[in-house]
């Protein structure tokens, strides 16, 4: 839970409490950017949906994950797609994610201290290669190789610390990436509902599934047996 001071139109403090509860994570590797998250959405206790959808399709070469608050994070995503489209319009050629990642943070920071609550990753393949960044509700913009997210990231690093290799093949980074969420989710009591699976190349992203957390625990406990 993290305690966010925010104002009102008069200048005075509100004090808000959000309880964070998911899972994401991308890594990149020698076949592209794999992004794999779950689909639960919660408020404190409170379990609000099982199936949200925490992938943004910014274009057809970038997508953009959730974590924080829900609203916060689908606006500003649009938000974003709309900048990169008009970019796109406008300069006759695709944004490259390192100047859409810039776009968010500075469009985030503007609103630092109102009470954003936002965790994102921005992940995308340009005329550079693949980029990945994480972004969060202060402005702060971080590339990296590997990242997870959220109230169950601690568990989702334990198996990506031990599984992930530059040099995996799409099959293997693919289910490296589903593992990770499943492990989370078992042990995260926030984070559920379904994994969800995208790879991105240089052709673009692509959905390679969703699978029901329950399916995929019944399926690996068969499989130890």
């Not at 509902?193 to 699978?211: A, C, F, L, P």
Request: aromatic share 10%; with cysteine; glycine share 12%.
């Amino acid at each position: 839970m993290r305690m966010i001071t925010a104002r009102d139109t008069m200048g005075r403090p509100i004090e808000l409490n959000f309880h964070h509860g998911t899972t994401t994570l991308g890594f990149l590797y020698q076949g592209g950017i794999v992004l794999a998250v779950d689909s639960r959405a919660t408020g404190g206790q409170y379990i609000g949906s099982q199936c949200m959808k925490k992938i943004v399709e910014i274009n057809d070469f970038m997508l953009g994950t959730l974590a924080g608050g829900a609203a916060d994070c689908v606006y500003w995503d649009r938000v974003l797609s709309k900048q990169c489209r008009l970019h796109e319009l406008r300069n006759k050629e695709r944004i490259s994610v390192t100047a859409a990642s810039k776009i968010m943070s500075n469009m985030i920071y503007y609103y630092k201290g109102y009470g954003l609550s936002i965790g994102m990753m921005l992940a995308g393949y340009d005329k550079n290669g693949p980029s990945l960044f994480y972004i969060d509700n202060d402005g702060s913009r971080t590339p990296g190789k590997v990242f997870s997210v959220g109230s169950g990231s601690i568990y989702a690093f334990g198996v990506l610390d031990s599984g992930y290799k530059w040099d995996l093949t799409d099959e293997e980074a693919q289910k490296l990436g589903q593992r990770a969420i499943f492990h989370a989710t078992h042990r995260d009591a926030y984070s559920g509902g379904i994994v969800r699976v995208y790879h991105i190349t240089k052709d673009g992203w692509k959905h390679i599934k969703n699978e029901d957390c329950d399916e995929i625990y019944d399926r690996v406990k068969n499989e130890a047996k």
